[in-house]
C-alpha cells in the first residue's frame, strides 16, 4: 500500500506510478491540493512560479501553458540575469520534479474546430493540445499527470474531451484528469451528468469540476449527484478555482475550500489567473489551512524534498 500524499515525502511521492498517485490522493481524504502555475512568465529572484506554490503547501504542480515539444519553464536553470530565459534541454520535468519533489502535471487541450463558440476563438500551438502525439510527449517526458481542460476560449467541449481520454488511456501512463473550469468560449453546460459520465465510460482517473462559487449557477445541488456518481465508479473528483477568483481574499478561498469538502471532492485546485503566473501565494496557504488545519498545512511546507 501507498503512503497517504497528505503525510508523504518526497521520495515515495516521486517513485508513484499514476494508480498509487491516485490511491495515495484517495487516502488523504479530501486534504490535496493542486496549483497551476503559468510556466511561460518569469515571477522573479531566478525560481520557478513551482518552487514558490510548493513552499506555501501545494501538493502537485500543475503547468499551464507549456508546450510539451518545446517545454521551457522560466527560472529553471542559474542565470545571471534578473529575467532568467526559460532553456529546453529535454529533461525539463525531471529538473522541476527533482526541485520541488511535487508530481507534475500538464494542461493539454481538446480543441474542438467545430465548436459553437461565443466568443473569438483563441488559437493555440500543437503542442498544447490534446493528441496522441502531446500525450505520448508527455509521457516521453516523465510527466506524472496529464490534465485535459480548456483555457478561455479555446474552443475545448466536452465531447472532445471524452474522445481525448480515450486517446491518453492508451499511451500515457500516469493519472488523468478530465473536465471543464469554465466555458473555455463554448456555448455548453460547463459541466452535467451526461459529461461527467462521458468521461468516466473514456476511463478518466479523475473528474474535473468548477468549484462551488466559481461558475454563476452551479452550485451544491448540481455538483453533489456528479460526485456521487464519479466515486461510485472509482475514480476521483477535482475542484478548481479557475476563473480569476484564485486572487479574491483568504476569506472567499475558504468559503469555497470548505463548501466543496462538505461535497466530498478528492482535491481542490487553485488557478493561475491571480498574477498571469499563479495565486497569491497566501491564497494557497488559506485553501491548505482551510481543508487540512494548521498541523498539516505547516507539515507540507516544512517537510524537506530530500527526506
Known sequence: MVTRLLSANASEILKMNGAELKQSILASEGRTIVSENVTGNPVGDGLTASEYAAAFGADLILLNGLDVFNPAIFGLYPSKTLVPEPQHDGESVHHLQQLVGRPIGVNLEPVDVNADMQETREEIPAGRQASEATFKEAERLGFNFVCLTGNPGTGVTNAQIAENIKVAKRVFSGLIIAGKMHAAGVNEPVIDQEAAEAFLAAGADV????????????????????????????????????????????????????????????????GDAGWGVQSPFENIYALSKAIRGERHALQRMARSINR
Open 207 to 270: 473528474i474535473l469540476v468548477p468549484a462551488v462559487g466559481t461558475v454563476p449557477g452551479l452550485d451544491e445541488s448540481d455538483l453533489k449527484p456528479i460526485v456521487k456518481l464519479v466515486h461510485a465508479q472509482g475514480a476521483l473528483v477535482m475542484s478548481a478555482i479557475g476563473t480569476s477568483q484564485e486572487s479574491s481574499g483568504a476569506a472567499y478561498i475558504a468559503e469555497v475550500a470548505v463548501r466543496n469538502k462538505v461535497l466530498g471532492v478528492d482535491i481542490q485546485h487553485i
